[in-house]
Every structure is written in structure tokens, then in C-alpha cells.
């Protein structure tokens, strides 16, 4: 058969809606029925008790996203890092978690196996197999010769698709850009302007463009780093401007709908929305951590996106969809180990088209 664009973009269209592979989940059924409930966390400590995963199971949701940090591997031995895993995968809630609801992740610095790491990270090949063996992806899966954890999925009916974009932040990013001389209340990054650094690689934007056009009325985007705050100097999407910028444009360039973004690795929970271009507001709900947060008061950061803060304690979010309405309703929240809302933002689908903000 020719290759022709068109076939790509249906190849990848079709990858997308193969089941889940996470484990516990009626893979058929999840694609006849609309997603109504996704809950997501970050920054879970392996050695540490994970009461989190009680209310986490107790909100039923129809699919958990592991959005990084999911354990400190912090590792180059591949054996160390399969047996932190293994202490993840005995704590008794995930256990819990794993039986009754489907499972996807993605990583961040530590469990790709360093801190704050990129792909100057030796063992990245090897730590990407442990990941993937740990979260039950086949053998024969692509996602097991990709360079990189990215991958996505789409659940639901037409007309009431939500699609699941996983983003590798690791495997490919460039240096970091050190501030000078260092301070550590301000955080240790500023912005790299040099252009030729990379956070997705070439060959994930490429992947990123086809999903972006595959059919979906809620993208969510789960990058382990923040996309949306700009002010702090840790970890974010705005240590390479360039880079955002290209998301951004990526975007508005697809006509992509219904984006949001999720994200973790701050040890704080935060809600932030701007205008990025994109034709509508861009939201990007920050939880974490799921056991390592601050558990006193954490004084706030500047953060000009803002939208509401869960400044310390432990933390996970929830974002459910009322399909029924005519105008389909998105809450974004954050919930504490007590199961309560402590953050929530309702908004409609209408409002994440194109053309809401001219
Ligand atoms: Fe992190």
C-alpha cells in the first residue's frame, strides 16, 4: 500500500483507539461508554504509607493517570528501579486502585531515574522497559520501541471522545539553563533561549501533530512538568520558551479543541489558565504530591496564571464530564486525603473552541 499522509494520519487514528493497556479495565466497554470520571496524581513515595489511594477509589474513577514521580527511582541500576516499582506495586491502595480502574502514566525525573534529568540520562532505553513492564504494556506493543513513554488513547462514543495525550518530558530534553549566581528561594532554572533545545524531540512533535488531528471533544494533555505557570524557577514548560511556544502554535495550528492540561511535580496542587494563542483559555490543573507534600503552610509563589492554589497537604485531581448537557460540563478538581474538594473550577465545553477568544 502507498503511504500516503492521509493513511499515516488513519494508522495513527487507529492505534489510538486500541484498548487501554492498563490493568482491571473491560477495555470494550470503556470505548462504548463515555468517560465521566478521570482522576490523576504525581509524586508518590514508594517507602511511605499511601493512604491517598482510598479516596482516590472511593470517587470511582472510569481511568487513573500516573503523571509522574509515580516512584523516586532516582537510579541507574535497573534492579534497584524494578524493586522500588515492586514496593509501589504492593502498597495496599494502588493494589486497590489497580483491581477496580484502568491505569496510564507517564514519568518524570524521578522515576525516569534521575533528578531534574534529560536525555543525558544513560540508562533511559533500560528504565523505559521497567516503566513499561511495571504498568502491563504487551511485548509487542509500539510504545516498547518508541524512544520515549509517550502515547495516547481515545475512550467514548463519537461525539463524547476524550482522548489521552501522555507526553514524555524526559527522554529528549535539552540542558537546563542554570541561574547565576544560584538562589534557592527563587528555584534553580531560568529560561534557555537557545532554540536548538528541545523538551519533545522531532519525532514526538511529529506524533504530537497527528494526535492533535485525531477526532476528540476533550484533549487532555498530561505533561509531568507545568505548562502554564511562568514565574518560579523550577521545573516548567517556560524553561524553553521556544519550545511552549511550539506547543502553543501546534495547537492553534491543528485547531485542536477541548484542550486542558494536566500536570504534577511542584508538591503543591494549583489550577492556572491563560491565553496562549489558541483561540480559547488554556487551563493546566497541577496535583501533587499524592504522599509528599508540604504538610505545613507552604508560603505562595508567584504564579501570574493563577487561577486557585492547594498550597500544602496531599493531594490528587478529579475532572468529571456531564455528558447529558446540552453543553457539556467539565469540573477540574483537587481533592485532599479526606476525599473533599479543595480547589474546583467548573467550565463548558463550548468554552475550549477555537474562536472564544478573537
Ligand atoms: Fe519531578
Redesign the pocket.
Known sequence: MRISRRNVLLFTGLAALLPPSGTGADAAQMQKKPLQRIAFG??AGQDQPQPIWEPIVGNKPDLFLFV??NIYGDTEDMQVMRDKYARLGAQPGYKKLTATCPVLATW???DYGV??GGAEYPKRRESQQVFLDFFGEPKNSPRRSREGVYDARVYGPPGKQVQIILLDTRYHRGPLKRREPENRALGPYVPNPDPAVTVLGDAQWRWLEAQLRVPAEVRIIAS??QVVPEDHGW?KWMNFPHERERLFNLIRGTKAAGVLFIS??RHLAELSMMDGGVGYPLYDLTSSALNRSAQRWRPYETNRHRVGTMNWGDNFGLISIDWERQDPQISLQIRDVDGDITLQRKIYLSTLQPGVIR
Do not use: A, P, Y
Open positions: 504525581s509524586c509522574g514521580d518524570d525525573d524521578h533528578n531534574d509531568s512538568i521545573e504534577g511535580d
